[in-house]
């Protein structure tokens, strides 16, 4: 059975015309993000945007919008963490601060990364395409700078370690799932920063970690197809640890790509709903890094409103596909 629920991303600081047409085509659940958005003009510091009150508030704004808020996607700061430096335990206070908050503002996701200095990161953001600007990444881009980070993977993953003993119990009193997303784009060392969770081999790694079942995953299309060439069978693998998935695409490696229209990528999308399905998967899907139409509005590349409601579409689409027993191309 496919019971999954789409809850779509909403990155503005307040309604649009964007949240408007979810709710026209039916979709009632919202992923969001730490809302870092000053209240007025005047952009006076308020509350941290892990507090309570925050928190609140945003989803306040959300659910009278017509939206279940069932997930936040975001890191506070987290890099002395990360990397295992001085003032990690302010940073460890507010992260188990934020998900105690999430656990009374009944959000039961948190997907975060493990990606310290700098996060997801592509070369070039408007490819023209006939399905519209795109954005992409190119190692050989990034090859003339080195950030000089001086940690080792082993490091990394004891401080991952660490992390996840300190917080899956506080994940588990409050009843919030906690959901990795990969390195993006999944690589072993970003321009002189290592990174570890870029493989099937890592994500294994970091369940064997912590066997909580609210240790889990942020299955990442785009990024899990540039570390195998059987997605549906990784799908299939991770099973009940994957509570999360962005549904995209890409074309290329993973040190040279680019994001595609849903349906003209790499990935046989049908074949991975399929093993959805074999799953009973029943977490929670959305659109990612799609590209921009032609007078379309993106608040951040691979954000198009068109382009996301078509991929809500297709993904529809397949779903109905399968659960009617025939396969449609």
Known sequence: MLD?????????????????????????????????????????GELNPWDYISLK????????????????????????????????????????RMIENFGKLNIKIWCYNWMAVIGWFRSSTHILKDYGTTSGFNENDIN????????????????????????????????????????????????????IMNSIESYDHLIELNKSDYNGITMCQGNFTLMTDNLPDVIKHFNKKIFFVHFRDVLGDRHNFIETLIGH????????????????FDGIMRVDHVPTLY???????????????????????????????????
């Open 265 to 280: 990528g790499k990935t046989d999308l049908y074949k991975c709903m399929k093993a959805y399905n074999d799953i009973n």
């Open 4 to 44: 999954f629920r789409i809850a779509e991303i909403l990155t503005e600081d307040r309604p649009n015309k964007y949240w408007y047409m979810l709710r026209n085509i039916g979709i009632n659940d919202a992923v969001g993000i730490l809302p870092r958005h000053f209240s007025d003009w005047r952009m006076h």
């Open 144 to 195: 003339d700078y080195n950030f000089n980070v001086r940690i080792n993977k082993s490091d990394l993953w004891k401080n991952l370690n660490d992390f996840l003993d300190f917080i899956v119990p506080i994940a588990e009193d409050n009843d919030v799932k906690l959901a990795m997303h990969p390195d993006d784009p999944p690589l072993d060392n970003f321009s002189g920063i290592p990174r």
């Open 57 to 96: 508030r945003y989803k306040n704004m959300i659910n009278d919008s017509g939206f279940n808020l069932v997930a936040i996607e975001d890191n506070p700061p987290m890099d002395k963490i990360i990397l295992n430096l001085d003032g990690k335990d302010d940073e460890l206070e507010n992260v188990a």
């Open 295 to 329: 007078s379309d509005d993106a608040s951040v590349p691979g954000y198009s409103y068109l382009n996301r409601l078509y991929a809500i579409g297709y993904i529809n689409g397949l779903r109905d596909s399968i659960k009617n027993g025939s396969k449609t191309r």
